[in-house]
C-alpha cells in the first residue's frame, strides 16, 4: 500500500479516511505515519477540502473543531510549504502577515517570561498578544465573508471557533496573572501555543487559498472595510491602492425617454427590464478591457457587484483564471476568433458560458461580449410540448446541485444552498443529489419553515427544499 495517490479526489477521500482514525482514537504518531506512507504530499486546498467533506458526511462542526489542531500536526510532513505568494506592501495579506509575526514575537515572550517568573513582564506581553481582537475580527468579518462567496464555509465555521479558543486562553492568563508564577505559566504556555498554531493555520493555509481564490474586486473590499476594525500592532504599509474604476461620462436619460435604436425605439425602462428578463446573464468588456456593463436578472449564476464596473476584467477574475481571460481577450482583439465556448459543472448546475467578440461594420474591435446560462433544465427536456404546462403541474426546480460533484472539488454544497433559498419565490424549490442523506442540511432548512422531502432513487438521495406559499 505505497502507491502514491496523486489524483486530487483519491486523496482527499484517502485523507478523509485516515484523519476519521485520528477522530476515532487512534495515535496521531500512527496516523502521521499513514499519511507519510499513503498520501506523502498534499496542499492547503485538500485539507480544507477534506475538512468540509467531514462536515458534510455529518460530522459535528464542534468534533472537527475540537479536532482541527491534530489535523494540523499529523499533516504537516505531507502539507506541500509553498514559497509565500508576493503581494505589495499594503495588501490586506501583507498586513496580516505583518501582524502574524508581530504576534509570534509577543507569544514568545509571552512563554519567556512566563517561564523565568516575570509578572509584571509576563503582563506586558500579554497586553500586546490582547491586540489580536482587531486581527480576528477583520479575518472573520471581512475575510470570511468573501471566501463564503465561493463556497468555502469551512474557515469560517472551524477557524472562527478556534479563534474563541484563543480569546478564551488569553482571558484565563488575565486571572492567571492574579494566581502566581505558577499559575501564570501553565496559563501563558497554552495560550502562546494556541497563539502560534492559528498563525501557523493562516500561513499555511488559509491566507495561500485566500490568494488562490479571491479576485482583486474583493481584495479592494476588503482593504476599504479593514480600517473599521483596527490594526493589532503594526500599521499597514503605503503602496498597496484598489485599482480606480475607470468609466468615460455618459448621459443620463429619464427612464421614459426613448433610446433610437436601428431596428427599433425603447424607453430606458423598457430596455433596462429587457436585459432583466433575458435567461441569460450578460456582461460587456470594452476594447480597453474594462468592464463596461452587466444585466441584473434574478438568478444570476455568476454575482456580480456594481464595484467592477470601469474596472480591468483581469482584475474581477480569481489569479488561476487571468491567463484563460487573456487569451480569449487577445485572439478577439487580434482577429483570431470571433467566439469562444466553455461548459462547467458549476456548484450542481450545466452552465453554458460564451465569449463574443463585438465589432463594428468595419471589423473594428470594440469589446467582448460574455454570455452565461444556465441549461440544466434545457438539457433534460425530451419530446415535444406544444401548450402551456397544465395549471398545478409542479415546476421544475430553480436550482439543481450535485452535492458529491462539488464535495470532490473541495467545495461544501452548504453555503451555495443556503444563497440559494433566498432568491426562491413561494413554491419554487432546489434540488440536491447525493451519495449520502444530508441530515443536517435537511434539519437546517425545516427549522427555517421549508419543505424539504428526501427520497432515494437508484442508489442516490434526493432531496428536494421548496420555500412555502
Not at 299 to 316: D, E, N, P
Not at 406 to 427: I, N
Request: a negative charge; glycine letters at 6%.
Amino acid at each position: 500500500m505505497s502507491e502514491l495517490i496523486d489524483n486530487r479526489s483519491r486523496r482527499i477521500s484517502t485523507l478523509k479516511t485516515i484523519i476519521r482514525k485520528l477522530h476515532q482514537g487512534v495515535p496521531p504518531d500512527d496516523v502521521r505515519a499513514e499519511l507519510k506512507q499513503l498520501v506523502r504530499e498534499t496542499d492547503y486546498g485538500e485539507i480544507v477540502a477534506m475538512e468540509q467533506q467531514l462536515m458534510a458526511e455529518g460530522m459535528p462542526v464542534e468534533e472537527i473543531q475540537s479536532m482541527c489542531d491534530l489535523h494540523s500536526q499529523v499533516t504537516r510532513d505531507v502539507l506541500v510549504q509553498l514559497q509565500p505568494q508576493s503581494v505589495p506592501p499594503g495588501h490586506p495579506v501583507d498586513t496580516f502577515r505583518r501582524e502574524n509575526a508581530a504576534l509570534r514575537e509577543s507569544a514568545a515572550k509571552l512563554r519567556r517570561e512566563a517561564a523565568a517568573g516575570n509578572l509584571m513582564a509576563c503582563r506586558a506581553a500579554w497586553n500586546e498578544l490582547m491586540d489580536i481582537e482587531k486581527h480576528y475580527q477583520r479575518k472573520e468579518n471581512a475575510l470570511f465573508s468573501c471566501l463564503e462567496r465561493h463556497g468555502m464555509t469551512g474557515p469560517s465555521k472551524v477557524m472562527w471557533a478556534k479563534d474563541d479558543e484563543v480569546r478564551e486562553k488569553l482571558k484565563a492568563v488575565a486571572r492567571a496573572l492574579n494566581e502566581g508564577p505558577e499559575a501564570a505559566l501553565a496559563a501563558a504556555q497554552s495560550a502562546a501555543d494556541a497563539v502560534t498554531e492559528m498563525i501557523y493555520k493562516e500561513e499555511n493555509i488559509l491566507l495561500p487559498m485566500a490568494l488562490s481564490t479571491l479576485t482583486e474586486e474583493e481584495w479592494a473590499e476588503i482593504w476599504h472595510t479593514s480600517p473599521r476594525y483596527g490594526w493589532c500592532l503594526v500599521e499597514p504599509r503605503e503602496g498597496y491602492r484598489p485599482p480606480e474604476p475607470v468609466l468615460p461620462d455618459g448621459i443620463r436619460l429619464p427612464a421614459s425617454q426613448g433610446v433610437q435604436l436601428p431596428t427599433g425605439n425603447l424607453t430606458v425602462e423598457q430596455l433596462t427590464a429587457m436585459f432583466s428578463a433575458l435567461p441569460v446573464d450578460i456582461t460587456f468588456v470594452d476594447a480597453d478591457d474594462r468592464v463596461r456593463f452587466f444585466s441584473e436578472g434574478p438568478s444570476r449564476v455568476f454575482a456580480r457587484s456594481r464595484a467592477i464596473l470601469g474596472r480591468k476584467v483581469q482584475h474581477c477574475h480569481p489569479p488561476k483564471s487571468v491567463d484563460v481571460v487573456d487569451q480569449i481577450v487577445s485572439s478577439f482583439r487580434e482577429g483570431r476568433k470571433d467566439v469562444a465556448e466553455f461548459w462547467i459543472d458549476f456548484h450542481g448546475r450545466f452552465v453554458h458560458i460564451r465569449y463574443f467578440a463585438v465589432r463594428d461594420e468595419s471589423r473594428r474591435y470594440l469589446g467582448t461580449l460574455e454570455v452565461t446560462q444556465d441549461v440544466t433544465g434545457i438539457r433534460q427536456l425530451e419530446g415535444e410540448r406544444r401548450t402551456a404546462a397544465p395549471a398545478g403541474q409542479p415546476a421544475a426546480p430553480r436550482f439543481v446541485f450535485d452535492a458529491d460533484a462539488m464535495l470532490k472539488t473541495g467545495e461544501h454544497p452548504l453555503g451555495k444552498v443556503q444563497a440559494c433559498s433566498s432568491q426562491l419565490a413561494p413554491g419554487e424549490s432546489i434540488l440536491i443529489r447525493s451519495s449520502f442523506r444530508p441530515a443536517p442540511l435537511i434539519a437546517m432548512f425545516e427549522s427555517q419553515g421549508f419543505d424539504v422531502q428526501c427520497v432515494e432513487r437508484e442508489g442516490r438521495n434526493e432531496t428536494s427544499i421548496t420555500r412555502r406559499p
